[in-house]
């Protein structure tokens, strides 16, 4: 498994090319692992995804963040199977922290709408909206 995360991890810096001398930060989220009860599969398959979190944050070598989903989404489901991932709670939270010129260049599906929301956390642009009566 370790080999497979360092392969899968040294394609996505080949998929980035120069661009990863650009970032100054990445940011990817730390799986949560619940029993297995709790868990709607086998929470072993999510272990992966740290190591190729790392593998990049180590060939980046910039400041990295990783936190867990409660951290980015809160209690706001991801509902996959709604089929416009615009259309789910959690689609729809970040359908809002975008511009119409952002949102016309994505190709959504649910896993790129999740990377937007971890990327607009990333950058302070997830914070709660607040309205409050009478202010203009």
């Known amino acids: 498994m370790g080999m497979r995360c360092l ?12 661009y990863h001398t650009r970032i100054g930060g ?3 989220e730390y799986p949560q692992i619940y029993v297995a009860k ?3 599969g086998d929470p072993n398959n999510l ?6 979190g790392m593998v990049v944050a180590a060939y980046f070598d910039v400041p990295t963040k990783s936190p ?3 951290e980015v989404w809160g209690q706001v489901p991801k509902n996959e199977e709604c089929d416009d991932p615009w259309g789910s709670p959690r689609g729809q939270k970040i359908k809002r ?4 010129a952002e949102i016309a260049c ?11 929301g971890i990327g ?12 409050f009566h009478g202010a203009v």
């Open 7 to 18: 392969e899968i991890g040294k394609l996505i810096v080949k998929w980035t090319g120069e």
């Open 26 to 28: 990445y940011c990817f």
């Open 38 to 40: 709790r868990s709607k």
């Open 47 to 52: 272990t992966p995804l740290v190591g190729v």
């Open 68 to 70: 867990y989903p409660v």
């Open 97 to 100: 922290r975008l511009t119409q």
């Open 106 to 116: 994505v190709d959504a599906s649910h896993d790129s709408v999740d990377a937007i």
């Open 120 to 131: 607009l956390w990333a950058l302070g642009r997830f914070e709660r909206i607040r309205v």
